[in-house]
């Protein structure tokens, strides 16, 4: 075979491995799916977010770039953006706020003994108007007889998202357009709570902020119109989570005394008396409930 005939040969063998390569890339629907779901990937979002230099993402409903089209009503957090990959800092435009009801806060967000307290609760009567907080669309409504009980979700414009929970009627629909200051459900007692309130939570792709960084709850106003999130500041809970999470406790029994309870658990009584702010010698009780770890 002459030599110049191999080379073209080897050419066009190589061009035609190359193009069925491609073209099962093309026709295999499980690389389409993958494709989809890598444009699906929130992960991803934040990115394409930080390298989005135009100036306007921030102003104009910067929920549709930042949410990249994920609507859902099934779940409060289906981002599972994990902090760690948000932006060191982002802008979120909190003009015209109102203030959901004008109650007293009686429970702070933060740490609460057995779980992690992810909102703050505003005093209310059952029947009380409960308002939107800034302009957006209803995401969920929905029941949790063990936890929120009546509840709504509303994604806003600004980018955040809040929760309005325990009401006792819901006076919008799914997708609804609502303005700020717009009458969205009744204030209630329903699901787990002891007592009338609204359980109210601030969120940014699903990762919640404390709203008294946003609000102050004494004059129903912003704290400021150009709120700042950053990883460090906004998130500074998040070793609170870590020991919530790691927290184990024991029902004690007849019998038990701290000596007892700490073998039987792995610790020493010093650790149980710092962890349960105890001393010593304070008596306890059969069915009373010791944190451990
Ligand atoms: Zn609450």
């Not at 977010?49 to 135009?54: E, F, H, R």
């Not at 995401?139 to 009401?167: K, P």
């Not at 009780?285 to 770890?293: E, T």
């Amino acid at each position: 075979m002459p030599v110049f005939f191999k080379k073209n040969f080897l050419f066009v063998f190589l061009i035609f491995i190359s193009y069925n390569l491609h073209s099962e890339q093309r026709n295999n629907p499980q690389t389409d799916f993958k494709k989809i779901i890598a444009l699906k990937d929130t992960g991803n979002i934040y990115q394409e977010m930080l390298n989005d230099k135009s100036d306007d993402l921030m102003e104009n409903h910067p929920s549709e770039d930042i949410y990249n089209n994920i609507w859902t009503s099934e779940r409060l957090n289906p981002y599972k953006v994990p902090i760690d990959s948000l932006p060191d800092s982002i802008h979120v435009n909190l003009s015209h706020f109102h203030i959901p009801v004008p109650g007293a806060v009686t429970s702070e967000f933060g740490p609460r003994r057995y779980r992690f307290h992810y909102g703050i609760d505003l005093r209310l009567n059952v029947g009380d108007s409960v308002l939107a907080a800034f302009s957006g669309k209803v995401r969920i409504i929905d029941y949790e007889g063990h936890g929120y009980g009546h509840y709504v979700v509303i994604r806003h414009d600004n980018g955040l998202e809040t929760v309005y929970a325990h009401l006792s009627k819901v006076l919008v629909n799914l997708n609804q357009r609502v303005k700020s200051g717009e009458l969205i459900a009744l204030g209630g007692n329903t699901g787990r709570s002891t007592g009338p309130h609204l359980h109210f939570e601030t969120r940014y792709i699903g990762n919640a902020i404390n709203p008294a960084t946003i609000i102050n709850f004494i004059t129903g106003k912003v704290i400021t119109e150009n709120y700042l999130i950053t990883k460090k500041k906004t998130f500074y809970y998040q070793t609170e989570v870590k020991a919530v999470q790691l927290a184990k406790y024991y029902k004690v029994r007849q019998g038990d005394n701290l000596g007892s309870i700490a073998s039987r658990n792995g610790t020493s009584v010093k650790n149980l008396c710092r962890l349960n702010g105890i001393k010593q010698k304070t008596l306890i009780r059969p069915g009373q409930r010791l944190r451990v770890r």
